[in-house]
């Protein structure tokens, strides 16, 4: 089992920054990456940006790229999403993940197999 635990969602202005945190306790060796999600009100979980453990390779969604950052820090066993340019349309709750190795691709919700409580953004314009 792998617990995740998400923090550092609030309220803020349009422009401004949050940095999110995912601490991962459990299993974390078989962990082969993590991943960030977010959901809106009425809409389906999308990809955000995820990250390979061990190789520390990134992807990022479009509506993300140069926004926000993924990192991780191995020593914590925890990974960060750095967003940056808050837009309203970026508020949704945000979860992290994590998978086991996958022939599915990263972006995909259902590669997935650990699943944080989420944290909400809401950005104000």
């Known amino acids: 089992q792998v617990q995740l635990t998400e923090s550092g969602g609030g309220l803020v202005q349009a422009g401004e920054s949050l940095r999110l945190s995912c601490a991962a306790s459990?299993?974390?060796?078989?962990?082969?990456?993590l991943g960030w999600f977010r959901q809106a009100p009425g809409k389906e979980r999308e990809f955000v940006g995820a990250?390979?453990?061990?190789?520390?390779?990134?992807d990022y969604a479009d509506s993300v790229k140069g926004r926000f950052t993924v990192s991780k820090d191995n020593a914590k066993n925890t990974v960060y999403l750095q967003m940056n340019a808050l837009k309203p349309e970026d508020t949704a709750v945000y979860y992290c993940?994590?998978?086991?190795?996958?022939?599915?691709?990263?972006?995909?919700?259902?590669?997935?197999?650990?699943w944080g409580q989420g944290t909400q953004v809401t950005v104000s314009s």
């Open positions: 459990g299993l974390t060796p078989r962990i082969y990456g």
């Open positions: 990250i390979t453990w061990s190789s520390g390779s990134i």
């Open positions: 993940a994590a998978r086991y190795p996958s022939t599915l691709s990263r972006t995909y919700t259902g590669s997935y197999r650990y």
